[in-house]
Structures are given as C-alpha cells and as structure tokens.
C-alpha cells in the first residue's frame, strides 16, 4: 500500500489525484524528499543520478585546539557518524546491485535509481531527501587570452598591496591553500615551486593532488584522460586561478599574491563540466587527503583556506541542473567547523539586484567574493546581493577584490589573461594566506580571518541600492565590505595575540 502510495507522490504533479486524508499525508511525506526535477524524470521511467542524503548533526567547531587537532576531531566525529548513519542504507543498495558512493563530508551517498529504488528509499526515516547529480557546465569566466607582456608585478597584486606585505617579511610562508578547479600545470614555472608535492628535486603527487574525474561526463574526450594521477589541466582555468594565488617564476612574472604559500589541488571538472558528486568528492578529500589511491586519509594535511572559482546552477534545467543545495551548504559548514576558510566567487550573472544565485556564494558559510577593475569600479559581470533564491536576503558579496584583465599562468608554459568572479577569488585566497602567515595563531581560525578581512577592506560605495540596502552605505550589497587590503588585513592580524575566544568553540 505504501509503495502504490509513494508511486502516486511521484506522478501528482502530472495528474489530478483525489485521496483520503491519511493517503494524502503519507505522500506528501515521501513526495517532501524529492525535487520536482527528479520526480518528473522518474515518473517517466528515468534511472536517475541522485544524492541520497541522510540525517546529520550540525558539526560544532573546536577552535581552542590547534588546527590539526581540529581537523583531526572534525573528521573523525564526520566518519563515524556517516558509517552510523548510512550502514542500512548501503546494505540495502548492495542487496539490490546498485553501485554506491558514500561521502562523509555531508552524509550522502552518491546512486542510479529508478523510480521504484526511490520510493523504497523515501520511506526510510533516515533519509531526508534525494539532490540530483547533474552533469552541469560550470560558470567559470572566459577564455584566456594570450597575454605574453612581462610586467613584473601584476597590477591586481599591487591593488590589493601584496608587495608592501612582501617587505615586511611575509610571502605566505607555512600556509597550505587549495583550489578545487579544471586542473592545474603542476610544473609551470610560475607553479613548481609553490606545489606541495615538489621538494626541489623530485615530486610526490600523494596528499597534493587528486582527480574526481573518474569517468566521462561532458561527452567528449579530455586531453587529460581520467583518474589522472599527476597534476593536468584540461582547459587553463585551474593554472590560471592557482597562479594568482602563489604563483611566482622567480624572476619577472610575480602573478602571485602569497608566494610563499604552498598549494595542493583538485581537479572537480571535466573540461568544464561537473557534477555535485565531483565537487563533493573534492571538498572530503580536502578535508582528509589522501594517497593517489584514494587510501591512508590524513586530515592533519588539510589546507587552510580552499579557493573556489565555480558555480553550480541551482535553477531547473535548462537554464540550471538544480545543484545540491543541502549537501553543498552542509559540507562547506563542515570544513569551515573543521577549521578551514572556504573562498568563494560570487558569479558573473551580471548587474541586476539578488543576482549572486548559485552555490556555493551564496551560502553564509563561504566567504564570497566580486570583482572589480584596477581602478576600484565594480566589474560589470559581477554578481550583486541580496542572496534571494534562499529566501534568507542575505548580504553577499563579502568583498570585492580585481577581476578585470588579470594576468596569470595558462598551460604550456605560458600567460594569459582572463575576467571574471573567478579570477577575483584567488586574490582572497592569497591575501588570506598573507594574513595567516604574518600571525600562525590564526590558522584554523576562519571566523576571525573573514572578520580581518571585512573589517580592513577599502570601503566602496554606488548608487545602486538593492532589496532594501543601499549602495552607499558600507556595506553594501555591490562591493560588500569594499576591496580587500593585504597591508591593513596584516596590520590587524599582528595586532592579535594568542587564540580567539568568542564563541566559537
């Protein structure tokens, strides 16, 4: 009866049904857990990529441990609840051959079903819901364009006062950071150096890289094959994005904002392409690297801050691949609980009001950041507040930093230059591992970090106002709290002394 019940939740939306009380509520229950996306696919006897999520705790940070312990008691508390949690579940998967994934980082688990899998599924109480995993085309900004005029130091770097940090004696030393993009020329000139998994002489790929792309996803071959085990950048975006992070040929190509930083990285894309699921499997081993079998999970080599230069669509197709809203927000609560900066671009939806839509900017978990041009205008592609799609009118972006015609590294030992959110982000990324740097009790503080890094920003104001909060006032939901400073953000860090206690804990 459940089931002929459950099959009916899935099909309401096409035709008219006439129930009783008690029938109505138990398909209003099963029908809570299933977006109308999937369950259109599914009542047309699709087999359907889904995230079957499970029921979690919030996870609670433990910011007066040092930031290895941190991460250690965050995974540790994450695994073991999803191996409670999602024992009965992959136990039944299993008995009916349906090839799983689980991922602790959310309490997901990553399956093909049809319709009846799903209804079974559905009336478990400790299922909470189905997010569907869509191959989706990334928003990652425009192609580089080849741009081989050395300028020493690159104007964003200087924007945003990377070199006057520099002279104090603070590169970005002892900083981890991490970009989950398209891929990464580990031994571009401008890069070598700065890869984690280079020692001078030789390099070592395990903990510094891995690659989500596992299969095909976009339909066409990659340059790069699959499950790659080294370093490979598919489209030029990901060199592009970790080159302003650390990025520095030692001699005249200082691209870089932290050179001194040292950077592992995630391939999340298929030339472009993504999955929820990919994204997913970059932020838990981020959390916990592994070997390049995916074996000996380390969470004491987490990276302190993770740099995101993407978006995923969260309207119903085809405009966008409803992406995992739930699982994403609960993973990026879950690194940043475990003590690490998520940085994220706000999008290149343009100048309209409420246009930062897409995960991961818009959640408050992730520190959100616009572009601008060299000379402080907002970038016209640049994504405004408030945060709308959630309904919550959040203030969004955090900050502004340059993503106007920056200069960085493209593969084949080259430099290009490319616009967009995405190209912003990684200024923050290295600004933050400047300021990480210049004061160690910071690391695995990403509260007070985003706090610095707010309250030292340029302040910026337009005459635009949006849902109710006007442009001239700071902040303000076109340039946020303002254009970052790397001097003052530093200034102000040194001004800390020992560990924060301010409720985070």
């Known amino acids: ?25 138990e398909v209003n229950l099963a029908s809570s857990k299933i977006t109308n996306s999937l369950r259109v696919r599914w009542a047309a006897g699709e087999q359907v990529d889904v995230l079957i999520r499970l029921r979690s705790a919030p996870m609670r940070a433990q910011r007066a441990l040092a930031f290895a312990e941190q991460s250690e008691h965050a995974v540790r508390v994450l695994q073991t609840e999803a191996a409670s949690s999602q024992k009965s579940v992959l136990v039944w998967l299993q008995s009916h051959a349906i090839a799983a994934r689980p991922f602790w980082i959310a309490n997901v688990i990553a399956a093909r079903l049809d319709a009846k899998q799903a209804m079974a599924l559905a009336e478990r109480d400790e299922v909470v819901g189905f997010e569907w995993d869509a191959p989706f085309k990334a928003d990652i900004g425009q192609a580089a364009t080849a741009f081989e005029d050395i300028r020493a130091i690159e104007p964003n770097v200087i924007r945003v006062r990377a070199p006057e940090v520099w002279a104090l004696g603070y590169h970005g030393e002892g900083v981890v950071i991490a970009g989950q993009d398209t891929g990464f020329q580990w031994d571009h000139p401008a890069l070598k150096t700065s890869y984690l998994g280079w020692d001078g002489v030789t390099a070592n790929h395990n903990y510094h890289w891995r690659d989500a792309i596992t299969a095909d996803i976009d339909g066409n071959s990659n340059p790069c094959g699959m499950a790659t085990q080294a370093p490979c950048d598919d489209n030029s975006h990901g060199t592009h994005t970790i080159g302003t992070m650390s990025g520095n040929d030692g001699g005249s190509n200082q691209i870089g904002v932290a050179p001194a930083a040292r950077w592992i990285g995630c391939r999340n894309m298929d030339s472009g392409t993504g999955r929820p699921s990919t994204y997913l499997d970059c932020f838990q081993w981020f959390a916990a690297p592994t070997d390049l079998n995916g074996q000996n999970p380390d969470p004491a080599r987490a990276p302190h801050v993770i740099g995101n230069s993407w978006g995923c669509p969260v309207g119903p197709p085809p405009a966008g691949e409803d992406c995992a809203l739930a699982s994403f927000a609960t993973a990026i609560s879950n690194l940043k609980a475990q003590g690490i900066l998520i940085i994220v671009a706000a999008g290149n939806a343009g100048s309209s009001c409420a246009s930062v839509i897409d995960p991961p900017a818009i959640y408050a978990e992730a520190f959100t950041i616009g572009a601008t041009d060299n000379s402080d205008a907002i970038a016209g592609f640049s994504s405004r507040g408030p945060v709308t799609v959630d309904g919550s009118n959040r203030l969004k972006p955090d900050v502004v930093a340059p993503g106007v015609s920056v200069r960085s590294a493209v593969p084949g030992n080259a430099y290009g230059s490319k616009s967009g959110t995405s190209m912003a982000t990684p200024n923050a990324v290295g600004v933050a591992a400047l300021v990480m740097s210049a004061n160690p009790a910071l690391r695995g503080q990403p509260e007070q970090v985003e706090a610095i890094l707010r309250e030292t920003a340029v302040p910026l104001t337009s005459a635009t106002s949006c849902g109710g909060m006007p442009g001239s006032q700071v902040p303000n939901p076109i340039f946020g709290h303002g254009r970052l400073d790397a001097l003052a953000a530093v200034q102000r860090a040194l001004q800390v002394d020992g560990l924060f206690t301010d409720g985070f804990e």
């Open 1 to 25: 009866m459940r089931h002929s019940m459950l099959a009916l939740a899935l099909v309401s939306a096409l035709i008219p049904i006439s129930l009783s009380p008690l029938a109505a509520a």
